[in-house]
C-alpha cells in the first residue's frame, strides 16, 4: 500500500536530491551500498544496546538511500540489472540488520524470549515474502500481489515504534510497549501475507501449466 500510494510523494521529494548526488558525480550503486552500511550500523550498534531512539535515527537517515538509488539510476537512465539486483540482495542484508538488531536485545538484556523469537520470525518471514515474489517471478510468473505487509509496510510499523518506544529512554513513561505490539503487527503481517502470496504463484502456476498443457495439445 505505502508503495503504491507514498513512492509518488517521496519520488518528487527526493528528485532533486538525487539530481543534485549525480551531479557530484556519486554512482547509484555507491548510496545502495552507503545506505545498506548506515542502516546495518544504525541497528546493530544500538538496537541490541536498547538504544532504539538513537538507533531509529541513525536507520531513518540511511533508509531512504533505498528511494535515492533507484531515482538516480532512472534520472540518469543508467536502470540496469546489476542495479536491481544489487538493490533487491542489500535490502534482505538491510532487514536482517534490523529484525536481527532487536533481536539480539531481547536475546540479552532485554531478556524476553518469546519476544526474541518474534523478532526473529519477523526477519525470517519477511526474507520469505521477498523470496516468493523474486522466485515466482524466475520462474516466468506475474505474481500479481503485493499483499498486506510489504517490505515499506515492515520497516515504517517497526521502526516509527523503536523510535517512539525509545522516548522511554528519556523519562517518557509506558511507551515501550510500542515495540513488542509492532513486532506482533508485523509478524502476523508477515504470515498473512506469505499466504497470500503462495496462493497467488499456485494459481499462476496451475493456470500457465494449463496452458502450456493446452499448447502442446494443440500441435500434436
Ligand atoms: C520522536 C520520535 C522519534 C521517531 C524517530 C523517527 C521515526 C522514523 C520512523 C520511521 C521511518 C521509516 C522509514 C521507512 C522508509 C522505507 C523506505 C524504503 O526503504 O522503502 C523501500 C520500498 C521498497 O523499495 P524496492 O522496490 O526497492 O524494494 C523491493 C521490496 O523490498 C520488495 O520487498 P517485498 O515487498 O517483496 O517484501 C522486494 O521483493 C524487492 O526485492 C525489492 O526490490 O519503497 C517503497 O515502498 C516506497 C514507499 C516508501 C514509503 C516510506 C513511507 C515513510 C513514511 C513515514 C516515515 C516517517 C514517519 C515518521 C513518524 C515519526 C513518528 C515518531
Ligand atoms: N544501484 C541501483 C539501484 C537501483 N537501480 C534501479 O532502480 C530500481 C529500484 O528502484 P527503487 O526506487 O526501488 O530504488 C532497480 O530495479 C533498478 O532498476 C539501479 O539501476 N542501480
Ligand atoms: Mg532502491
Ligand atoms: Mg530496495
Known amino acids: 500500500m505505502l508503495n503504491k500510494y507514498a513512492r509518488a510523494f517521496f519520488t518528487r521529494v527526493l528528485t532533486p ?33 536498547g538504544e532504539f531512539f538513537w538507533g531509529t535515527i541513525v536507520i531513518t537517515l540511511f533508509v531512504f538511500s ?19 539486483f544489487l538493490d533487491s540482495t542489500l535490502d534482505r542484508v538491510a532487514d536482517g540488520a534490523i529484525f536481527g538488531g532487536f533481536a539480539l536485545w531481547y536475546a540479552g538484556l532485554g531478556d524476553d524470549n518469546v519476544l526474541c523469537a518474534v523478532a526473529i ?3 525470517a518471514s519477511g526474507q520469505v515474502v521477498s523470496y516468493t515474489k523474486a522466485r515466482g517471478e524466475s520462474i516466468g510468473l506475474p ?11 515492515r520497516l515504517v510499523i517497526s521502526l516509527v515504534a523503536a523510535g517512539l518506544a525509545g522516548l522511554h529512554g528519556f523519562g517518557v513513561p509506558g511507551i515501550d510497549i510500542l515495540l513488542p505490539i509492532a ?27 494449463a496452458a502450456a498443457a ?7
Open 214 to 220: 493446452q499448447g502442446s495439445g494443440a500441435e500434436a
Open 66 to 84: 533505498d528511494l535515492v538509488d533507484g531515482n538516480m539510476a532512472r534520472q540518469a537512465g543508467i536502470s540496469s540489472r546489476w542495479g536491481a
Open 121 to 123: 520470525f519477523c526477519l
Open 143 to 153: 505474481v500479481a500481489v503485493n499483499g498486506l505487509v510489504e517490505r515499506a509496510e
Open 183 to 209: 513486532l506482533w503487527i508485523v509478524a502476523v503481517g508477515s504470515l498473512v501475507t506469505l499466504g497470500q502470496r503462495v496462493v497467488t504463484v499456485r494459481r499462476e502456476s496451475a493456470e500457465a501449466d
Open 17 to 49: 536530491f538525487a539530481a543534485f548526488l549525480l551531479r557530484r558525480g556519486v554512482s547509484p550503486d555507491a548510496v545502495t551500498l552507503i545506505g545498506t552500511a548506515g542502516v546495518m550500523a544504525g541497528a546493530l550498534v544500538f538496537f541490541p544496546r
